[in-house]
């Protein structure tokens, strides 16, 4: 049985990616996933944040001794108040991370504003990153701003990440977008080797005990695998990129469905917070036993199986099974 896949044009030994989450924080954690299988790991986030407040730490620092410095930090956006400042303590755990396990390791990097901090990246390469993952979550607050410029801001942090590393950097995309399809296609254009199909935005509340507004990180369970599905299906043998389901992978039935889709690899953040790292092993053993009793010998064989490659009228066909689950409903 073969379950090897290629993403980012790294050769995996199965589709299974750690999706980044403070379980990929450590090297300690990372070898644990290693152990029990996964393929490859996306590192917990460096947010422009952290690397916009280092900037201004040192700054400070330099400006304290000299005035002369200042100009060689302008590229760097003003500085936020940000708790956890520490971009080059999260550049030596990477390279531990690095220096203790054998499988890919993708760095990640999360920010919203097209600026210096994409040269970044650059030390992510240094550290000895295989690939980064770029995520980008702007919420445009302002009722003025325009969709067009949304999305050209996703294109501009995409063009200048891609042009400040050798390395694949794959876009973390949400499903938000008029049409995710040609927005897809444009990042590619600017030079993303991989689309991760999707991003899951955190949970919006309100505390009714402080009143006031809380957001929490979102646990997803397998019904949250349908957009997934749904755009991989779409962008399969479109786009000249390595895809990956995010959002919704938690037992092998998922894996399955993403991969006859089209995407090349898996990624799983909410499955392995709540199960641990020994959820993985069980998921390659039950993808082999149904692999063999449907006669699959490899993951090759069943990528894109069904996806709508071959569907002469893709619009149509969306419409028609939309139609036909509203009509067919029977209580
Ligand atoms: C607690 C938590 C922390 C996360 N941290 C990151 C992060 O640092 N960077 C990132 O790109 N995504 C982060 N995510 C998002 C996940 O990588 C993933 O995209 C999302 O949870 C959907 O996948 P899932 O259904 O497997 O959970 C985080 C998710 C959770 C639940």
């Known amino acids: 049985m073969n379950l090897q896949t290629t993403y980012l044009g790294l050769k995996l030994d199965n589709p299974l990616i750690a999706g980044a989450s403070p379980m990929t924080a450590t090297a300690d954690d990372i070898k644990r996933l290693e152990d029990a299988g996964a393929a490859a790991v996306v590192m917990h986030s460096l947010f422009e944040e952290q690397i916009a407040a280092e900037a201004a730490a040192l700054n400070h620092f330099l400006s304290a001794h000299t005035e002369s410095y200042a100009e060689s930090l302008d590229f760097f956006p003003e500085s936020g108040s940000f708790d956890n400042v520490n971009a080059e303590a999260h550049l030596e755990e990477l390279a531990r991370i690095k220096r203790s396990v054998d499988i890919p390791v993708i760095a990640s990097i999360n920010g919203a504003t097209p600026g210096g901090w994409a040269e970044y990246v650059k030390r ?81 509340d309100i505390d009714l005990e402080t009143l006031s507004p809380v957001q929490r990180a979102n646990i997803t369970g397998s019904y949250a695998l349908s957009e997934t599905l749904r755009w991989s299906a779409i962008l399969y043998d ?31 953040a909410s499955a392995l917070l709540l199960h641990g790292p020994g959820h993985i092993a069980k998921l390659l053993d039950n993808m082999r036993k149904w692999m063999e009793e449907k006669e699959y010998s490899s993951v090759a ?31």
């Open 238 to 268: 479109h786009v000249n990129a390595s895809l990956c389901a995010s959002t919704g992978v938690h037992n092998s039935d998922d894996v399955l469905k993403a991969l006859m889709s089209g995407v090349d690899a898996v990624q799983m």
């Open 124 to 204: 992510f390469e240094q550290a000895g990153a295989d690939a980064v993952e770029l995520n980008i979550t702007y919420i445009p607050t302002d009722i003025a701003t325009d969709g067009r410029d949304v999305e050209q801001r996703y294109i501009d942090i995409v063009r200048d990440v891609c042009r400040a590393t050798a390395l694949p950097v794959s876009v973390k995309m949400n499903a938000y977008f008029s049409a995710p399809a040609q927005m897809a296609a444009k990042l590619v254009a600017q030079g993303a080797s991989g689309l991760v199909l999707f991003d899951n935005p955190v949970r919006i």
């Open 301 to 331: 064989q069943m990528k894109g199986s069904i996806s709508l490659r071959h569907t002469d009228n893709p619009d149509a066909y969306e419409r028609s099974s939309y139609m036909r689950a509203l009509q067919s409903y029977r209580r």
